[in-house]
């Protein structure tokens, strides 16, 4: 019987909690006449996913804080992943000062590709700019932790781990696991109702990545245990529910609040996973 991996457990319920709160947002909205506007309002700067995004901020500063003296103490021999939780230390440290210290007064376009009247007569040139922080965020999402890595398990492109630059790549690889939920958080958009042609441009990703996770799934079944078909299953669950729903997340101004929660999920969920990793006894890169 193979050993349970304490961290997977951890990571799927914090998972499972945030999608069955979005979920029963979204499903109130969409059939209460009394709190149709719930998700909307959760969604607002300076609500529920806002403050969510500030905690997994936290959470980062801590689980940095914790590496480090854990690894110290453990005497592990980990100089490269002590100086990249560093450097992410210092980057969430940046980012929730600057949060909880500036003024959301951007146009909320900025921040969710929602639906406009005058966002539909906007150029491709000028949406590519009036959404570039969430284009940065959701193509670093798709490229690192879905595209990349489903690439490298459904196609065989295995990393030379012969070398310290190859064995590094693939301490670093992202699991299935990770896979399945940045692939879900990209799924979390409205299906129709879309108001320009980079919401086109990322459904057509978002279905390319899904082609490029079913072939994983049926070629390498060795990947995948019960978390990760739990993961599956809400992932599909989750998509669903927003083909239903899509009308609620079409309306919210500011919804990808909440998506920019389960990215920052994924990102957690990664920077924890190798951490988990090189604190285990049997680790060792040379």
Not at 59 to 88: E, H, N, P
Not at 165 to 186: E, H, T
Not at 226 to 251: F, K, P, R, T
């Amino acid at each position: 019987m193979s050993k349970i991996n304490m961290y997977k457990v951890v990571f799927s319920s914090i998972f499972f909690l945030l999608f069955v709160f979005t979920v029963l947002s979204l499903l109130v909205s969409q059939f209460s006449s009394i709190f149709s506007q719930l998700f909307l309002i959760l969604t607002y700067d300076e609500r529920a996913y806002d403050s969510i995004i500030d905690f997994f901020c936290f959470c980062g500063i801590l689980m940095s804080i914790f590496y480090l003296i854990a690894s110290t103490w453990w005497d592990k021999d980990v100089l490269l992943q002590r100086i990249v939780s560093v450097i992410f230390c210092i980057g969430f440290i940046f980012l929730l000062t600057f949060r909880l210290s500036t003024e959301k007064t951007l146009d909320f376009t900025i921040l969710g590709f929602v639906s406009d009247s005058g966002f539909e007569r906007l150029s491709f040139g000028e949406i590519l700019i009036k959404n570039f922080q969430s284009i940065v965020i959701s193509g670093f999402v798709y490229i690192f932790f879905v595209i990349l890595p489903l690439i490298f398990f459904g196609f065989g492109y295995g990393l030379n781990t012969k070398n310290i630059f190859g064995k590094y790549l693939d301490f670093f690889c992202p699991s299935i696991n990770i896979c399945i939920i940045a692939l879900f958080a990209s799924g979390f958009q409205a299906y129709y109702d879309k108001s320009n042609t980079f919401l086109y441009v990322d459904f057509f990703i978002f279905c390319l990545c899904l082609v490029l996770f079913l072939r994983v799934f049926l070629m390498h079944k060795e990947l995948f245990g019960y978390y990760e078909y739990a993961n599956i299953l809400l992932m599909i669950i989750g998509i669903l529910i927003c083909l239903l729903c899509s009308n609620i997340i079409s309306q919210a101004q500011d919804y990808y609040n909440a998506k920019e929660a389960f990215y920052l999920l994924v990102f957690l969920g990664w920077y924890g996973e190798w951490m988990y990793k090189s604190l285990s006894k049997d680790f060792h890169v040379k």
